[in-house]
């Protein structure tokens, strides 16, 4: 794996408040879980970016390098990796989901 992949990843996951790494785009979803988070997600307003996987081979393997995470779709939040789309809906079906958005969005 290029190292160049992996900085460019660390430098989108730190320059954005929320981002997922997903197959598709938020409109157009081209898997189901990447559909269901982006429904959970969708759900609290909060504005995020997406990374569509599918677009760049090397994003879509450096992910799982970076995260140590086979799976697509990966969620982040202030930086940290939240898991995937079942961790982000056990988050969200506890209500733990808003407090990590909140918290995000109110740090300066």
């Not at 189901?32 to 909060?46: D, K, P, V, W």
């Not at 202030?78 to 909140?102: M, Q, S, T, Y």
Request: glycine share 8%; proline share 7%; charged share 20%.
């Amino acid at each position: 794996m290029a190292d160049n992949v992996l900085v460019k990843i660390d430098e989108q996951v730190k320059g954005n408040k929320v981002i997922v790494y997903m197959k598709g785009k938020p409109n157009l979803p081209q898997c189901g879980f990447s559909a269901h988070t982006m429904e959970i997600l969708q759900s609290y307003g909060y504005p995020f970016e997406t990374v569509d996987a599918l677009e760049d081979p090397a994003i879509r393997e450096g992910i799982k390098q970076y995260s140590n995470w086979p799976t697509i779709p990966q969620v982040f939040i202030n930086g940290k990796f939240i898991g995937g789309c079942d961790i982000v809906h056990e988050l969200h079906e506890r209500g733990e989901l808003a407090p990590l958005l909140k918290a995000a969005f109110s740090e300066p």
